[in-house]
């Protein structure tokens, strides 16, 4: 059955390689994803070949995880190695048909990202964006064809979350929309169609669970209890384990779009900007065990 809104199928063009601009956690796990759902080859830019490195050693280990569980043989696991690369020039697109970018959350950043793009794809190629929260309509407003942009919003750990938010902007086209929903398909994700607007559906709905949570700590409810006292409603991690797997900057900055958007219904708490600005992964350590430090920077809040 067609997801609502989705365009009739015919009007979807083949991917047969996939870019992935950014190689942090998520947009590695997404490579990985591709090239297996796919079985197209897929690269990854970054501009440092350490954090290159890093992300094409992740897609690697992973690879070798799904072995070990025999989820894949060992002539699928080779297959989908060789098809995982990685490079620091953007140059390996040439001959892309899907160009998926998972860079820092900036519209400025993300604009550049996608006019160095352009420059070198065929105006035929897909350019899709996983954002948390900014607006596909700005973000394709300075492209030379606007209308192969589109929002292609996947969750952590992007292996295992089910859904996938495919978001239109004004001048996305149909053959780009049918295009997303036929990626998503094989991709084996249940894809929903959302409006372009800000933080879009999901997030919405988590920036108000976790803005609540965060607002009951700042306003002295102690983190452990806030942690605890959530355990009763049956959702699978608890606040804080949540925004360490999304990232506390990234929280931050859907917390902040939401806010200018409706400042009635969102707000925005300082001591989370004061554990951003600290640099740490978030409140609790690689073990899980409470780091004091972070949490000492809700305390007194
Ligand atoms: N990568 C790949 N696979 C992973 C993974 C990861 N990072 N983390 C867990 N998994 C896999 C495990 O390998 C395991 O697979 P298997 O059963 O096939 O072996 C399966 O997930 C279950 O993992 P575990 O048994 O280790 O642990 P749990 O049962 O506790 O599940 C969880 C872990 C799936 C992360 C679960 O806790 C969960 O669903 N948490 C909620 C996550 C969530 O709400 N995500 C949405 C965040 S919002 C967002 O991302 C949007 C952004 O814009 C902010």
Redesign the pocket.
């Known amino acids: 059955k067609r997801p609502a809104g989705a365009p009739d199928r015919s009007l979807a063009r083949k991917v047969t390689k996939v870019g992935v601009v950014g190689a942090g956690l998520m947009a590695s ?1 997404m490579a990985l994803l591709f090239a297996r759902r796919l079985e197209v080859p897929v690269v990854l830019t970054d501009l440092d070949q350490a954090r290159l490195d890093k992300g094409v050693a992740y897609v690697h280990g ?1 690879i070798a ?1 799904l072995l070990t ?1 025999g ?1 894949v043989s060992e002539d699928q696991a080779n297959r989908l190695t060789s098809l995982v690369s990685g490079s620091l020039t953007k140059d390996a697109f040439a001959d892309a048909d899907f160009v998926i970018e998972a860079v820092f959350e900036d519209m400025a950043v993300k604009k550049q990202v996608f006019a160095e793009v352009e420059a070198v794809v065929s105006a035929e190629c897909v350019l899709a964006t996983n954002t ?2 900014l607006s596909l309509t700005e973000m394709g407003s300075g492209l030379a064809h606007p209308e192969r942009l589109v929002g292609f ?9 089910p859904l996938l938010e495919i978001i239109k902007g004004a001048a996305t086209d149909d053959a780009t929309l049918a295009t997303a929903f036929a990626v998503g398909k094989s991709l084996k994700k249940s894809s929903v169609l959302v409006k372009d607007a800000p933080a879009f559906v ?2 919405r709905l ?1 920036t108000c669970f976790m803005g609540e949570v965060v607002a009951a700590v700042d306003e002295g409810t102690p983190l452990e209890t806030a942690e605890h006292a959530l355990d009763g409603l049956g ?3 608890t606040p804080f384990a ?1 925004l360490q ?2 990232g506390p900057a ?2 931050l900055h ?1 917390a902040e779009t939401l806010h200018e958007a409706f400042p009635d219904r969102y707000g925005v708490s300082e001591n989370m900007g004061k554990l951003v600005a600290s640099g740490k992964p978030g409140v609790y350590r690689p073990d899980f065990t409470l780091d004091p430090e972070a949490v000492a920077l809700f305390a007194g809040g």
Do not use: T
């Open positions: 796990q992973e995880k569980k989820r948390s929260s919003h996947f969750f952590n750990p992007v292996a295992v979350m999901v997030n988590l959702l699978p991690m949540l797997l999304v990234v929280g859907v």
